[in-house]
Nanobody
Framework: QVQLVESGGGLVQAGGSLRLSCAASGRTFGTSAMGWFRQAAGKEREFIATISGSGATTYYGDSVKGRFTISRDNAKNTVYLQMDSLKPDDTAVYSC?????????????????WGQGTQVTISS
């Protein structure tokens, strides 16, 4: 069983930056595609970013493209989400997701494991 634990959320002003981390258990982390999603109050879960098992391939949601960067350190079983130029609309619970395969997906259905989420709040 894979467990995912997010950290790094918090309250920042608009224009600021945060880096989220997702620590994963499990020996297959290095071959598993990972993703980040977010869910704002009253809204559906939104795809943010995904990265292949090797880290060579990444995709981003249109709302964060050019501002957020996903990366991973397979030696540390950790995936990161660097968030820059934050806006109040970025306020949400951010969740890390993993899958058994190595191909990155941009949909919720493509993932097998989920973390509990971390709150990110951006003040104007």
């Amino acid at each position: 069983q894979v467990q995912l634990v997010e950290s790094g959320g918090g309250l920042v002003q608009a224009g600021g930056s945060l880096r989220l981390s997702c620590a994963a258990s499990g020996r297959t982390f290095g071959t598993s595609a990972m993703g980040w999603f977010r869910q704002a109050a009253g809204k559906e879960r939104e795809f943010i970013a995904t990265i292949s098992g090797s880290g060579a391939t990444t995709y981003y949601g249109d709302s964060v493209k050019g501002r957020f960067t996903i990366s991973r350190d397979n030696a540390k079983n950790t995936v990161y989400l660097q968030m820059d130029s934050l806006k109040p609309d970025d306020t949400a619970v951010y969740s890390c997701a993993g899958q058994r395969g190595s191909t990155p997906f941009t949909t919720v259905a493509g993932y097998d494991y989920w973390g509990q989420g971390t709150q990110v709040t951006i003040s104007s």
